[in-house]
């Protein structure tokens, strides 16, 4: 495997230059395109998905003073809230290390981070109550959510480690006929209740019509402007949406 620009690079990653933009990178996990960031513009985004996460963070109505990432890739959010929110406190947490070795050595962020190497629900799991304003949940075994963050026992983790006003953003991917948001929808709410769960996305995706990403959030849903094409369930709607799935526990998962 060759790569440009990336010396000793581990067997199945890969950090390609942008030829289109000077500061425009992809980050490639056995071929597949995981990330893309700009270090110059962090605001130019490439992926939907992380629009669609950015709009969500940045609709709350106080600035975040602690923000929790589950899932590194190439840094793209916490890259976009530094921008926004300079001196912002920020945890990344990544279980690949060869990736984030990667990413640190080809494209440093210039703002301080913590990183930290381990499993996301260890990890909220020794995290004290109430440390985040904001949790990102961008973690994928493959091309599926791993198991055991998609269950009502990590979804209580979660909402014991935000903050009052806090707001989990958590990014799902499904293929029709959704059955699998299905389910995080309604493990999500038996937590958060149907006030405090809702979910983005659009239209095509969420009716089924097309695979796609879907994001979650959970706490204190903020208001948020939809575009052309696009959806915010809530409530009723998000009731319909979820109806005949079952919350998925840890003896389940």
Do not use: C
């Not at 199945?12 to 995981?34: C, F, I, K, M, S």
């Not at 969420?206 to 849903?221: D, E």
């Amino acid at each position: 495997m060759a790569t440009h620009g990336n010396r000793g690079t581990p067997e199945g990653l890969e950090l390609l230059p942008d030829p289109a933009r000077p500061g425009g990178w992809t980050l490639l996990v056995d071929g597949v395109p995981q990330s893309y960031v700009d270090v110059a513009d962090p605001e130019h985004l490439a992926f939907g998905y992380v629009e669609l996460i950015a709009r969500s963070v940045r609709a709350r109505r106080s600035v975040p003073g602690r923000i929790l990432h589950l899932g590194g890739g190439a840094m793209t959010v916490p890259r976009l809230a530094a921008r926004w929110w300079p001196g912002v406190a920020q945890t990344v947490v990544e279980i690949n290390g060869e990736l984030m070795d990667l990413v640190l050595r080809e494209i440093p962020p210039a703002f301080p981070v913590e990183l930290v190497a381990g499993d996301a629900r260890q990890v909220v799991g020794t995290t004290p109550d109430r440390s985040y304003d904001v949790i990102v949940v961008d973690v994928f075994d493959g091309a599926a959510m791993p198991a055991h963050l998609g269950t009502v026992e990590f979804a209580r983790e979660l909402r014991r480690v935000l903050r009052p006003d806090g707001l989990a953003v958590i990014n799902v991917t499904d293929v029709p006929p959704m059955a699998f948001t299905r389910i995080q929808v309604a493990t999500v709410a038996a937590v958060f209740g149907e006030t405090g769960t809702a979910l983005l996305g659009e239209n095509d995706v969420l009716r089924g019509r097309r695979a796609g990403n879907l994001i979650m959030l959970a706490g204190a849903i903020p208001s948020l402007r939809v575009r052309r094409g696009e959806r915010l369930l809530r409530e009723g709607e998000l009731v319909v949406f979820s109806s005949g799935a079952r919350p998925r526990t840890d003896a389940k998962a």
